[in-house]
């Protein structure tokens, strides 16, 4: 049973680009969230989503990110015209449930640098 | 709103010596905790979590952490480290009527050989 899986794991892009992160969570999970790590801040919740469906979407900046998660494809994270303050490491994680002791399974992260 | 405190951000330590990192959490509820490391170049994967019950909980690696519901703390702790612990530790809380999970800004532990 494969794990989480990102990609790519790095991606750099020029200012004003558009970034794609892709995330495909674990077989069988319906929830998927995605985190954004900078350093020395930890983890920092962005959006939490089920098939076709946006649950939370608390932590996403209120423009030029968006996040989807199509009935049959992968979870995307999209940022429309990346700036500098856009590098980070972007984790996904995906839960067979919404049990709210459940874990969560993470992938292995997209690294996005912009120049 | 939750929020999750970590004290310290860099922890450096000797083989053998005893490790206590602190977590504190924010919430006006029930809450589910979680301890999760990430050693160097490899995914985050859960050490243990709290949800009920008994509020020492143990986990993989000999660790184990406490729930104190007065203190709003959650710490973690080690008898005795190895120099395989050196990683990033990061407590993490989830409201009981909320679905996301808060971290906290992680701890680095250098474990000297």
């Known amino acids: 049973n494969a794990g989480v899986m990102q990609n790519p794991r790095h991606l750099v892009r020029r200012r004003g680009q558009e970034a794609r992160l892709r995330c495909s969570p674990m077989k069988g999970h319906s929830h998927v969230y995605w985190y954004r790590q900078l350093p020395e801040e930890g983890l920092k919740f962005m959006v939490y989503l089920q098939k076709e469906n946006i649950i939370d979407e608390s932590g996403m900046p209120k423009e030029r990110f968006s996040a989807e998660f199509p009935k049959e494809g992968p979870s995307i994270l999209r940022i429309q015209q990346v700036v500098r303050g856009d590098s980070a490491a972007y984790f996904c994680?995906?839960?067979?449930?919404?049990?709210?002791?459940?874990?969560?399974?993470f992938g292995s992260g997209t690294q996005l640098s912009v120049l | 709103a939750q929020s999750v405190s970590q004290h310290n951000h860099h922890v450096i330590l000797s083989e053998a010596a005893s490790l206590e990192l602190g977590c504190n959490y924010s919430y006006g509820g029930t809450v589910n905790l979680f301890w999760y490391v990430q050693y160097p170049g490899q995914h985050l994967q859960l050490l243990l979590k709290y949800f009920s019950g008994d509020p020492l909980v143990k986990g993989i690696k000999g660790f184990e952490a406490e729930f104190i519901k007065s203190k709003f703390s959650f710490n973690l702790r080690k008898p005795s480290v190895q120099w395989s612990d050196t990683a990033e530790y990061f407590c993490?809380?989830?409201?009981?009527?909320?679905?996301?999970?808060?971290f906290g800004k992680g701890t680095r532990l250098h474990i000297l050989p």
């Open positions: 994680a995906s839960s067979p449930q919404v049990a709210t002791n459940e874990k969560l399974f």
């Open positions: 993490a809380v989830r409201g009981t009527r909320q679905d996301k999970i808060i």
